[in-house]
């Protein structure tokens, strides 16, 4: 049990009289961590270790209604502090004492205790709340989607303010414990294991536990009629997939793909390394999106994007994530590369598996296929802006980036990168400037002029990934060159790419 520091009326004031000059004043916590690209996102004064979730939803009016119970530790002398959140909030409590909130801004929710938090000591938010998270518009959007049988919270930036008050910023990660009350004969999915559910008068009640860190964007929240099935790879590892009963006929496509997933997860351990959570799997909701999300080991699949047959280049995609995104995260969101340039090159060496095109013919059809004059180019995938932070620029040149690193430092220095930083980095979250720092220890060289070229000029590099003299600089006679031959996978992986780049996003614009 921790100390608490209880005192009256008339001892406060003499303690107060008695601070050290030293001591700084309680003051508010920062609305925002400080992200460029999001001010606001995430808040300042505190550090939370776990989020206990307990909803009820009733998918015939999208009514979510419940607690969430946040634990934390507070990092300055707090008079007050702020969660992010979009919905109704009822009661806040902090340490069991009623607080005063107010909701402001964006999704500020600004909560004021009875008394100053001291720095180090921990805390315990609890917000009862409720609302329909499918009208709750920001930017003219929201990122709960809704379906016939219930819905849905995924999305990138950010997805919890529609469901859980939160410190919503991936520098921030904690365990969840997700449990959800809903009506008998509907399902609801969460990250991790499920640790059971139990049903009484015509509802069930389903539990979900994440015990590894965990960023807020990457807890999922599913609800509807789906079909759920375990199994365990060879390495003995759960693996949880679920297919919405109304997916139609994407149904045998959707499952020809996600049933894959333990094989292709132990096919990406070869390359990144352990992998580093309890469980894995993938869920396919019934809704009309086109994308997926790599929600931290339940991952979103769009049936869109089953529709043109099995795609296991977008499962590949998403489970590389694991690694590369919710293990090791981004610091700010201008470190996007780190995430998407990796997923998309995991494609690309699906692809040399599958024998549809190498690593290496893919990133030179890619500086091929745009021209210099093509504005893909001005994208800088190191940091893209926030309205290109999912353009195609980040998957398509960041991936060429990671060859042109391959290139550089050789096949067994490229390897050794690519599983160590995931190792060393597990469970963390990094910038592009210390993967640099990381490539330049392991390799011996330095790179600067290399990422400076592929992830920081906002400009078709002069010469292509592996080192030769672009073609339209061997002269006029050249200038139309023939594009080289299209790689077999390109079609496949270019689509999950289109999907979900449509340049300011599908997602929260800003
Ligand atoms: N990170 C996702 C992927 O690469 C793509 C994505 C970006 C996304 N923004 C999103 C998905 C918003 C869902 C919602 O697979
Ligand atoms: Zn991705």
């Not at 409590?93 to 402001?104: D, I, K, M």
């Not at 920001?138 to 919890?160: K, Q």
């Not at 992998?275 to 396919?284: A, C, D, L, N, Q």
């Amino acid at each position: 049990m921790r100390k608490r520091l209880i005192v009256s009326a008339a001892s406060a004031l003499a303690l107060l009289l008695a601070v050290p000059a030293s001591a700084a004043t309680p003051s508010p916590g920062a609305a925002g961590v400080g992200d460029p690209y999001y001010p606001t996102y995430g808040n300042g004064g505190y550090d939370v270790s776990h989020y206990d979730i307990r909803l009820k939803y009733q998918p015939a009016t999208d009514l979510l209604e419940g607690t969430t119970t946040i634990l934390a530790t507070a990092t300055q002398d707090l008079s007050r502090f702020n969660l992010d959140f979009v919905l109704d909030v009822q009661q806040v409590l902090v340490n069991g004492r009623a607080a005063r909130f107010a909701s402001t801004g964006e999704a500020e929710l600004e909560i004021t205790p009875d008394r100053p938090i001291a720095k180090g000591s921990p805390v315990t938010v609890v917000v009862r709340y409720s609302g329909v998270p499918g009208e709750v518009e920001r930017d003219g959007y929201s990122a709960w989607l809704r379906t016939p049988d219930g819905g849905v919270a995924a999305n990138e930036p950010v997805a919890a303010w529609w469901w859980f008050p939160s410190n919503d910023h991936p520098t921030d990660k904690a365990t969840f414990d997700v449990s959800v009350l809903v009506p008998d004969g509907t399902q609801v999915i969460s990250n991790g294991l499920s640790t059971g559910q139990s049903s009484r008068a015509g509802w069930t009640r389903y539990n979900w536990r994440q015990t590894k860190p965990q960023a807020t964007y990457l807890a999922t929240l599913a609800i509807g009629r789906f079909d759920v099935r375990t199994d365990t790879t060879p390495s003995g590892l759960p693996v949880i997939t679920a297919y919405s009963k109304d997916l139609g006929e994407n149904d045998g496509a959707a499952r020809a793909s996600v049933e894959r997933t333990g094989e292709l997860v132990d096919w990406l351990s070869g390359y990144f390394g352990e992998y580093p959570f309890t469980s894995v799997g993938g869920y396919v909701p019934n809704v009309p999106t086109g994308y997926a999300l790599e929600t931290q080991t339940q991952i979103f699949y769009s049936p869109a994007q089953f529709a043109r047959g099995a795609n296991t280049s977008v499962v590949v995609h998403e489970l590389a994530h694991q690694w590369y995104g919710d293990s090791v995260s981004v610091q700010r969101w201008s470190d996007i590369w780190l995430n998407e340039g990796f997923a998309r090159y995991s494609q690309w060496l699906w692809s040399e598996h599958e024998n549809e095109g190498t690593a290496q013919e893919i990133a030179d059809y890619v500086y091929s296929y745009y021209p210099a004059n093509d504005a893909f180019w001005t994208v800088k995938p190191g940091d893209p802006g926030a309205d290109h932070q999912f353009s195609s620029a980040v998957y398509d040149r960041g991936a060429v980036a990671v060859q042109a690193l391959r290139n550089t430092v050789g096949d067994e220095k490229f390897f050794q990168i690519l599983k160590g930083w995931p190792t060393e980095r597990r469970y963390g979250n990094a910038t592009v400037q210390q993967f640099q720092a990381y490539a330049e220890r392991i390799s011996g060289k330095k790179l600067g002029d290399l990422f400076t070229t592929w992830l920081f000029t906002p400009s078709k590099p002069a010469v292509p990934s592996a080192g030769a003299p672009a073609k339209a600089a061997a002269g006029p006679a050249s200038a139309a060159a023939a594009l080289p031959q299209e790689p077999r996978s390109w079609k496949k992986i270019q689509e999950t790419n289109s999907l979900h780049d449509n340049g300011s996003g599908h997602g929260h614009g800003r």
